[in-house]
C-alpha cells in the first residue's frame, strides 16, 4: 500500500476530487479524516465528543485522537492499494506521526485555490447526513433542490461551513497546515494542481501528479 496526501484549505474540493477518483478506480481508497470524525461525533462515541467542539469552533482535532483512528484504517488496509489521505496530515506534527507509520508516501498533491474563492465555494456547499454526498448550489446542484440525488435525503450546512468558521478554518490552514507544503516540497514529493478548473478538469491533473 501507498499513501497520496491531499493539500489544500478547506473548501479547496480535496474531498470531491479523491471521492471521485476513488468511486472510478478500485485500487484507490479515498480516507477523509472529516468523515471518520464526523461519524465519531454522530455515533456520539468518546472519540466524537471529544472531537465535537473543536470541529464545531474551526479550530483543529487534538492530533493524537485523530492519529489514532488514521492509524486503524491503514491497519486494515491491505493489498495493492493508494490511499488518499484527506485531511490527514494537518500539521508538521501530524507529519510525523504519519512518517513513523511506516507507510511509504508516494506523492503529496497540493489542489490550489485562493482564499476569495474557497469561501464563495464553502457559502453555497450542502452535504447529505446520510450517505455523506456533497453538493454546491450553484457549481454543483442536486436534482432535485435541497435533496440528495443518491439517497433522497435532505440536504444540511455543516456546522463548520459557516461564514464566520470557514474565516477560522482559513486562519487555522494558514497558520498550522500551509507548513506542509515546504515540509513535502523538501522531501521532493510536492506536486501541485490548479483546482480552479472544475472537478474534471482537477481529478484529470491529480491523476497525471500521482
Known amino acids: 500500500m501507498n499513501i497520496v496526501i491531499l493539500l489544500g484549505?478547506?473548501?479547496?474540493?480535496?474531498?470531491?476530487?479523491?471521492?471521485?477518483?476513488?468511486?472510478?478506480?478500485?485500487?484507490?481508497k479515498h480516507v477523509s479524516s472529516g468523515d471518520l470524525?464526523?461519524?465519531?461525533v454522530a455515533k456520539?462515541?468518546?472519540?466524537?465528543?471529544?472531537?465535537?467542539?473543536y470541529m464545531e469552533s474551526g479550530n483543529l482535532v487534538p492530533d493524537a485522537l485523530i492519529a489514532t483512528m488514521i492509524k486503524d484504517v491503514v491497519a486494515e488496509t491491505t493489498g495493492d492499494v493508494t490511499m488518499l489521505l484527506d485531511g490527514f496530515p494537518r500539521n508538521l506534527a501530524q507529519a510525523e506521526i504519519l512518517a513513523e507509520m511506516g507507510t511509504p508516501v508516494k506523492s503529496a498533491?497540493?489542489?490550489?485555490?485562493?482564499?476569495?474563492i474557497i469561501q464563495d465555494r464553502i457559502a453555497g456547499r450542502r452535504t447529505c447526513p446520510k450517505c455523506k454526498a456533497g453538493y454546491h448550489v450553484r457549481n454543483l446542484p442536486p436534482k432535485v433542490e435541497g435533496v440528495c440525488d443518491v439517497c433522497g435525503e435532505k440536504l444540511v450546512v455543516r456546522k463548520d461551513?459557516?461564514?464566520?468558521?470557514?474565516k477560522d478554518r482559513l486562519v487555522v490552514y494558514h497558520q498550522q497546515t500551509e507548513p506542509l507544503i515546504a515540509y513535502y516540497k523538501d522531501k521532493g514529493?510536492?506536486?501541485?494542481?490548479?483546482?480552479?478548473?472544475?472537478?474534471?478538469?482537477?481529478?484529470a491533473a491529480f491523476l497525471a501528479a500521482m
Do not use: F, M, W, Y
Not at 461551513?161 to 470557514?166: H, L
Open 44 to 53: 456520539g462515541t468518546e472519540a466524537g465528543k471529544q472531537a465535537k467542539s
Open 37 to 40: 470524525l464526523r461519524g465519531a
Open 161 to 166: 461551513d459557516n461564514p464566520e468558521t470557514v
Open 9 to 28: 484549505a478547506p473548501g479547496s474540493g480535496k474531498g470531491t476530487v479523491a471521492g471521485a477518483l476513488a468511486a472510478a478506480h478500485d485500487n484507490l
Open 109 to 116: 498533491v497540493l489542489i490550489d485555490v485562493p482564499d476569495e
Open 189 to 203: 514529493l510536492l506536486r501541485t494542481v490548479d483546482g480552479t478548473t472544475g472537478v474534471e478538469n482537477v481529478a
